[in-house]
């Protein structure tokens, strides 16, 4: 297995070309070994070069009132009066640490997106 590391976007396209001929490569055989240590190497380059921001608390809270049809009702359990909700929706307000804690366990709401130094009070 001839592998080298990715250092250029040329190569991180090339090794993107590898991976989808290798899509249907078997588990535990040469080629989905490959595929494995390809797809270890492109997740590296694109964490370094593309990071991705996680979303404010606000922003994920509002997307998953969205996908899941919740309402300002559905978060009174969560976080509190309808008053709160919406002081936290309107960012008037941070979220203190149990609404971060229901947030997170109640919701499934990632806690690294809850988590920020504006967020917590």
Known sequence: MN????KTDGDYQSALREIEGLMAAEYD????DR??????????WERKNFPMDLPNPVEAIKFEMERNGLTINDLKPIIGR????????????????????????????PAESLIRQDSIS
């Open 35 to 44: 595929l494995d240590v390809l797809v270890t190497l492109v997740e590296a």
């Open 29 to 32: 055989t040469p080629d989905g």
């Open 82 to 109: 309808s008053n709160r909700v919406y002081e936290i929706l309107s960012n008037k307000r941070p979220l203190t640490l149990r609404m971060i804690y229901n947030l997170h366990f109640k919701l499934g709401i």
């Open 3 to 6: 592998i080298k590391p990715i």
